[in-house]
């Protein structure tokens, strides 16, 4: 259950101008990405992404703003699988697999902004999967997978920003990475992150 914004503020603190966001998201589903490519011979660069994301929340206002969101997921799999073979390319080469339960960005502009947040978690299994064979590259190598529970972020540059925020995770958090790579001019990074509940908040 969401924590109630103090009704005074938030009633009163746009004076009656601004931007009320009221959020509710809920996922009983399966959700997955599947992503199967062979790239070859490029003159240029190559990125490639597969996402699964069970709910996702977006808010950018530029006014004073009330904003509440409660997202649920519960007993489903979201799922993103990336397989790729890339070789003889010139320029850059980024690989991508991203699976999230749940996800909310908040960026306001305004002089006064409350948010209350609650992320539940409670899907079978977060995962991303990247298995990647590439040679041959002209440039740098990004291969990456990342598998979160609740995910939320919120910037602002308010005088006055109460923030309340909840995640709860009851989730396995898989994350995989598999990859040969051959032959490149350039840098080559490999990451594999699996995070339970992650928040940024940034005022300034």
Avoid: R, W
């Avoid at 190559?46 to 929340?57: D, E, I, M, P, R």
């Avoid at 004073?64 to 073979?85: F, G, L, P, R």
């Avoid at 032959?183 to 080559?188: D, L």
Wanted: charged fraction near 5%.
């Amino acid at each position: 259950m969401i924590l109630p914004l103090n009704p005074a503020f938030a009633d009163g603190s746009t004076n009656g101008n601004g931007s009320y966001v009221l959020n509710g998201q809920v996922d009983f589903q399966v959700t997955s990405a599947n992503l199967n490519t062979t790239v070859n011979n490029v003159n240029g660069s190559v990125a490639n992404t597969s996402s699964a994301v069970g709910n996702n929340l977006e808010v950018v206002t530029m006014d004073n703003t009330v904003v509440t969101n409660s997202q649920y997921v519960k007993d489903v799999s979201i799922a993103a699988d990336q397989n790729a073979t890339v070789t003889n390319v010139s320029g850059t080469v980024n690989l991508q697999s991203q699976a999230i339960c749940n996800a909310a960005d908040v960026s306001t502009d305004p002089h006064v902004a409350a948010v209350g947040s609650n992320q539940d978690c409670n899907s079978t299994d977060p995962s991303a999967l990247l298995n990647a064979n590439v040679a041959n590259i002209g440039n740098d190598v990004t291969l990456g997978s990342t598998a979160i529970g609740n995910n939320f972020s919120e910037d602002t540059n308010a005088a006055t920003m109460p923030v309340q925020n909840i995640q709860t995770n009851n989730a396995t958090i898989a994350s995989t990475v598999n990859s040969t790579v051959n032959n490149v001019n350039g840098a080559v990074s490999v990451n594999s992150s699996a995070v339970g509940n992650n928040a940024q908040i940034v005022h300034y």
